[in-house]
């Protein structure tokens, strides 16, 4: 007998279920978002080699606050990720090792920054190669472009 959702007490609509009232076109259009968001979150996890999704979320926030001229400090690491400060610097420790991240000191802060050529990256120096931004941008445009032109 096979190990179906249903014998594993797991409940599924049929595809052409609505479910509570939204529209199939609604359906699609999460369906290839959250497929999306899930094909960039395996290419970060892969160029940044992050071990799991904390550590991802860690470095993906280190890149926001950096490439937004505003760096990350432990402190707010500690806050968004909700663990304690030696847990995030024990994360950190990877990343900080392989340059992938680097630590500048402000005042009593330790402020946080991608390192060196992680985003620009021609020489294939990090995992996945060269310039990660260009290729999830285009991921995005390509995406965003088909969703609204369905109907």
């Known amino acids: 007998m096979s190990e179906g959702p249903k014998a594993m007490g797991v409940c599924c609509l049929p595809p ?3 479910y509570q009232g939204e529209s199939p076109g609604a359906r699609h259009r999460a369906l290839r978002l959250l497929g999306a968001y899930y094909d960039l979150t395996l290419q970060l996890k892969e160029r940044f080699g992050a071990e799991d999704p904390i550590d991802l979320v860690m ?9 937004g001229d505003v760096p990350m ?4 690491l500690t806050e968004k990720l ?6 995030v610097e024990r994360r950190l420790r990877g990343f ?3 340059g992938l991240v680097v630590k500048e000191r402000q005042g009593k802060a330790a402020l946080f920054r991608l390192g060196p050529g992680v985003i620009d990256n021609p020489q294939g120096r ?12 285009g991921t995005l445009m390509n995406l965003v472009r088909d969703l609204v032109n369905e109907e």
Request: proline share 3%.
């Open 16 to 18: 052409a279920t609505n």
């Open 59 to 67: 470095v993906v926030l280190i890149a926001i606050g950096d490439l």
């Open 73 to 76: 400090d432990a402190e707010l």
């Open 82 to 87: 909700g663990a304690s400060r030696s847990t």
């Open 96 to 98: 900080l090792d392989r």
């Open 126 to 137: 990090w995992p996945g190669g060269a310039d990660i931004t260009a290729e999830m941008v």
